[in-house]
């Protein structure tokens, strides 16, 4: 399975096929459904506890996802498609959620994703973008030459790290209530990784 | 933030309130509907693929999750109101749900699990639970004396623990084709941590 897997990523690497997009496409359409599932009308001790000094709530984890749907994704590739690598991105602002977030309830914020999310993958869908599109360079700040390709799939492996951090930081809060179990909840044991 | 948490978990710790018992049986209910809305009619490359040998795909958890529905966690629930810490918990088997689900499809898996999990939350809600008899224990075949008050933190935790294992599978399925992003993505630096 892993060896199918590696196979396909290394033609990933050279191009994204316009299959993967759609592919890429049907996971960028999920994600406000099952955050909207998971989350909405939970009690604030679930969605708005973080774990620990400046470390994200659930609410803060969805207003950073709608931050990115407005200051990032088709931003950077409209930039990519307009200006290729002569234009450098500007960098992302990880707290640029905390002053949009203010004053809002987290049901307003998942509408407000939903919202956002369906108007950028209507304009990724209206650009038709065919394979060449999809291996244009832009210029990251940090990290330097990136394509089109890789800036969409890192949309949806985004999607997925936040789903994952949600998920750890709800488990924080049961964390004593557990008892011996949690040497078997791998969830107790995720350090984060993300910087 | 934490110190709050922390204080409330010491008292988890010593006693799962009536009001907590809300808290865990509310998060039950979302993950059938949250699991439905990321995972239903994707493609297989986003559910059928695991991260290699041994290792479970989307679709192998939710039958996971469906096999922990018939044999965990309201049997072992059963077991604690009857017979206390004279009777040990069966031992339950982590690829149990691999012949129950042979033949099915994601679709059907996910329909499963979401009536399994109401018919058990509507039990446990019936058996109107007081606060001593979550203190009351049973025997883990592994961990010894636990309560009720702990197995039911862990049936949430572990709704948990697998939310943030499948978007650490799916992650995998774009390790290449995010390019130099694959640095800032933490679910991609995250080891498991399951046994």
């Not at 099952?34 to 708005?48: E, V, Y």
């Not at 994704?73 to 602002?93: V, Y």
């Not at 791998?186 to 984060?192: D, Q, S």
Request: charge should be neutral; hydrophobic fraction near 35%; glycine fraction near 6%.
């Amino acid at each position: 399975m892993r060896r199918e897997c590696k196979t396909e990523s290394k033609v990933g690497r050279r191009s994204m096929t316009e299959h993967n997009l759609q592919h890429t496409i049907l996971l960028l359409t999920r994600t406000p459904a099952a955050l909207n599932a998971l989350l909405r009308d939970l009690p604030d001790a679930w969605t708005l506890r973080n774990e620990g000094e400046n470390t994200f709530s659930a609410y803060d984890v969805v207003g950073h996802l709608i931050h990115g749907e407005r200051a990032d994704w088709m931003s950077r590739a409209r930039i990519i498609l307009q200006f290729g690598e002569t234009r450098t991105f500007e960098s992302f602002d990880r707290l640029g959620h905390v002053r949009e977030s203010e004053g809002k309830s987290l049901g307003q914020l998942l509408d407000e994703f939903a919202r956002l999310r369906s108007e950028n993958l209507d304009e990724l869908r209206a650009l038709s973008l065919r394979p060449e599109d999809l291996e244009r360079h832009g210029r990251h700040p940090s990290l330097g030459a990136v394509t089109l390709s890789q800036l969409l799939a890192t949309w949806a492996a985004h999607d997925l790290t936040h789903l994952h951090q949600i998920s750890r930081v709800m488990a924080h809060q049961c964390r004593e209530a557990v008892g011996p179990w949690s040497a078997y909840l791998g969830v107790l044991h995720c350090a984060g990784h993300s910087s």
